[in-house]
C-alpha cells in the first residue's frame, strides 16, 4: 500500500483552509504563513507551524510538497509572482483533486493545481499550473485555462472557451461557448459572459461590461464592484 503523502499548505487564507476539504488523501503537516500574526492560529485541527523559514526546513524533507493557493479579487495579479517567489522546484509542488470531482477524459492538468468538490471538467480541457478551482463549477470541453488562474464557486464555462494567465472568475457567472478573456482580467460576481473580454480589465453585469473609472483613477463605489 502506498504511503500517504506529505503537504504543507500556503498561506493561512479561505483558499487553503478550504482546501483541508480536498485533502482526504493527504498528511497535512500544517499552515504556512509570511504574517506573523498568524503564528499560533489553527483551522480544524492544523495549525500555522511558521514562515519562509520554516518552509525552507521542511522541504528539505524530499516526501514533503506544498499547495499554494493564494487569491482574492483585489490581489489576483499578484498570484503568480507570491508563489513563484517562493522558489519552489516544479517537482516539490502538489495538485490536490478532491474526490467528488469529475475528470473526463484527455484533460491535461498542471501543477500546484487545487481541484474542488463536486467540480466537473469535461474532455479534452486544459487546465494550466497554480490554478484554483472552486466547489461545484463545470468546465465544458476544449477549454483552456492559464497559468494563476482562479475560478470561482458555482461557474459554468462553455466549450472552447480560452481564459489567460491571472483571471479571476467571481463565483456564480456564466461563460458562453467560444469566449476568450485576456490575460489578468476579473469576471465579477454572478457576471455573465457573452463576448471578449481584453486583458487588464474588470467586468461586471449581464451582460457583463467593463467597469468605468472615475475622474480620479478609482473604480466607482455605487455597489457595482464586484
Not at 23 to 31: A, E, I, P, R
Not at 75 to 94: C, G
Amino acid at each position: 500500500m502506498k504511503d500517504i503523502q506529505k503537504i504543507v499548505l500556503f498561506p493561512f487564507s479561505g483558499n487553503a483552509r478550504e482546501a483541508l476539504d480536498a485533502c482526504k488523501k493527504w498528511d497535512v503537516l500544517g499552515f504556512i504563513d509570511d504574517d506573523v500574526s498568524c503564528s499560533g492560529k489553527s483551522f480544524s485541527g492544523v495549525s500555522v507551524i511558521g514562515n519562509r523559514s520554516k518552509l525552507s526546513e521542511l522541504l528539505r524533507d524530499k516526501s514533503i510538497s506544498i499547495l499554494a493557493v493564494p487569491g482574492r479579487p483585489e490581489t489576483h495579479r499578484n498570484r503568480l509572482s507570491l508563489i513563484h517567489s517562493l522558489n519552489i522546484s516544479a517537482d516539490r509542488w502538489a495538485t490536490v483533486i478532491h474526490p467528488t470531482a469529475v475528470i473526463g477524459p484527455n484533460v491535461e492538468i498542471g501543477s500546484n493545481v487545487l481541484i474542488m468538490a463536486n467540480t466537473v471538467i469535461t474532455g479534452g480541457n486544459s487546465i494550466g499550473n497554480h490554478v484554483v478551482v472552486l466547489p461545484n463549477t463545470t468546465i465544458s470541453h476544449d477549454t483552456s485555462i492559464g497559468d494563476g488562474s482562479l475560478i470561482g464557486s458555482n461557474v459554468s464555462i462553455s466549450g472552447s472557451v480560452n481564459i489567460g494567465n491571472e483571471v479571476y472568475i467571481g463565483s456564480g457567472s456564466r461563460i458562453i461557448n467560444e469566449i476568450s478573456i485576456g490575460d489578468r482580467s476579473l469576471v465579477g460576481l454572478g457576471s455573465v459572459v457573452i463576448r471578449d473580454i481584453r486583458p487588464n480589465v474588470r467586468v461586471v453585469g449581464c451582460p457583463a461590461r467593463e467597469l468605468l473609472l472615475d475622474s480620479d483613477g478609482s473604480e466607482p463605489s455605487d455597489g457595482s464592484e464586484p
